[in-house]
């Protein structure tokens, strides 16, 4: 059954292919949606026909809207139905990890809904009460959540879900990471079991697997590009290195951004001290610049994110809070000013440009501490990365592998090593 959805729809080029609403098509229109990606040329056929569904695809694939549309569309058919209630009931629920998420959630919701009367809230935790409290009794269609922040309302009676009719998981993977797997389970227990249930994931481990198996019906399995053991870097970004000593990595930073056209730069920082600093920096140099970190509230996350958005301000500084969930369109650049601690962050973190087979480009400040966290990231894209000096920030004796002459250039100058020799990793001392 699900071979046919797939065979049938693969060569869809237009929203008009899947049946959707005349209010659903004008929307997705005025949005800019050309053409579905190929996860929603695979998933909205499937949930259209009513099938539970277990999906993974990468981050900036177009997920959210894969499953948003023939949801809206179903809401819409039972508006329709003169036995349907007038004060609106929760019929959709959306679990996500971050608070981020949620309100991306929310956002798309609203905009494809944008000519209906279908009404979308988010809830999370870091923010009061109240305003939640009033929208969910006021009624609300779809409530996209966090699992914490939800059992709170849950356990004041705010929530009715006995007209649930889809529960949706995105990102499972992630919340299974940050340990929300109890509260989704005791989550489950307390909604209907006459629901349609749809599971998306970045990357399915067995503990993932076993949740679906758990929940689920008989589940169509959708997938774009290959279920991996951690999230694919998207292919259209460009990655970059300027190998520097640690003390001139803001000094860079300011070169590289002032030699390079870069509408909407996304800087990540290891620490929140950094990430102050940098920013700091940044806008005595001249630029309009935001940060967050997990010392801002929730208000100021959401006023720095909106402002970045809006391309109010040019450069957004973060911590790792933003590698997951942060979802804005068209940002030019990722720049990396500390390399991140593992390979499945870098990929969170570059990942946030080249969405949605978009191009993009990663840069990363290197230094000779963080050699060996190059190498694993090397390793994992599969060939080594073009090294670029600047003269007078590459004949340091800190500098790692700078091409002989860098100094007397007058622009950046690129620099691919060779080849690894195998068994030995470039910047890691070998040791009996």
Same mark, same amino acid.
Not at 184 to 193: D, F, G, H, Q, S
Not at 293 to 308: G, K, M, T, V, Y
């Given at each position: ?35 579905? !990606? ?15 569904? !277990? ?74 009460? =109240? ?64 629901? /349609?249930?749809?599971?998306?994931? +970045? ?96 208000? =100021? ?20 809070? +933003? +590698? ?31 969405? +949605? ?40 004796? =800190?500098?790692? /592998? ?31």
């Amino acid at each position: 059954m699900m071979n046919s959805f797939v065979e049938d729809n693969a060569s869809a080029e237009s929203f008009d292919s899947f049946s959707l609403h005349p209010d659903l098509l004008r929307a997705v229109k005025e949005l800019g949606f050309s053409r579905p !990606t190929p996860v929603q040329v695979q998933a909205i056929p499937v949930i259209s026909a009513g099938r539970d569904l !277990t999906g993974t695809a990468q981050t900036g694939s177009g997920k959210t809207a894969a499953y948003l549309l023939p949801i809206l569309n179903w809401l819409l058919v039972a508006r329709s139905d003169p036995s349907a209630p007038h004060h609106p009931r929760t019929r959709v629920l959306v679990l996500v990890p971050t608070r981020e998420l949620a309100l991306q959630v929310e956002g798309v919701a609203k905009d494809l809904a944008r000519f209906t009367k279908i009404r979308a809230a988010a809830v999370y935790g870091g923010v009061g009460m =109240e305003p939640q409290t009033k929208a969910l009794r006021a009624g609300v269609e779809i409530v996209a959540a966090t699992p914490g922040r939800l059992l709170d309302h849950m356990g004041i009676g705010n929530t009715r879900f006995d007209r649930l009719s889809f529960l949706v998981l995105d990102e499972a993977d992630r919340m299974l990471d940050i340990g929300f797997m109890p509260d989704i389970r005791r989550i489950v227990e307390r909604l209907p079991t006459n629901r /349609q249930t749809l599971l998306f994931s +970045a990357t399915m481990p067995p503990a993932v697997a076993s949740l679906a198996a758990s929940i689920q019906k008989d589940p169509a399995q959708v997938s774009v590009g290959e279920a991996l053991a951690r999230p694919k870097i998207p292919d259209g970004i460009d990655h970059k290195i300027y190998p520097i000593p640690m003390h001139l990595k803001t000094a860079l930073l300011v070169r590289i951004l002032k030699d390079s056209p870069m509408p909407s730069v996304l800087v990540f920082a290891r620490t929140r001290h950094r990430a102050d600093m940098v920013a700091a920096e940044l806008a005595r140099a001249g630029y309009t610049v935001k940060c967050i970190h997990s010392d801002f509230s929730q208000p =100021e996350r959401i006023a720095a994110l909106e402002a970045f958005r809006a391309r109010k301000v040019q450069i957004l500084v973060a911590t790792d809070i +933003a +590698a997951r969930g942060l979802d804005i369109e068209d940002i030019s650049h990722v720049i990396n000013y500390d390399l991140p601690q593992s390979v499945e962050d870098y990929i969170h973190r570059v990942g946030r440009t080249g969405r +949605a087979e978009a191009t993009g480009e990663a840069a990363s400040l290197v230094s000779l501490e963080e050699l060996h966290q190059l190498a694993a990231i090397e390793a994992e894209i599969g060939r080594s990365v073009p090294r670029l000096f600047y003269p007078g920030f590459a004949d340091g004796a =800190e500098s790692p /592998q700078a091409p002989p002459g860098t100094a007397a250039r007058t622009g950046p100058v690129v620099y691919t090593p060779p080849p690894q020799r195998p068994g030995v990793r470039r910047g890691v001392r070998r040791t009996r």
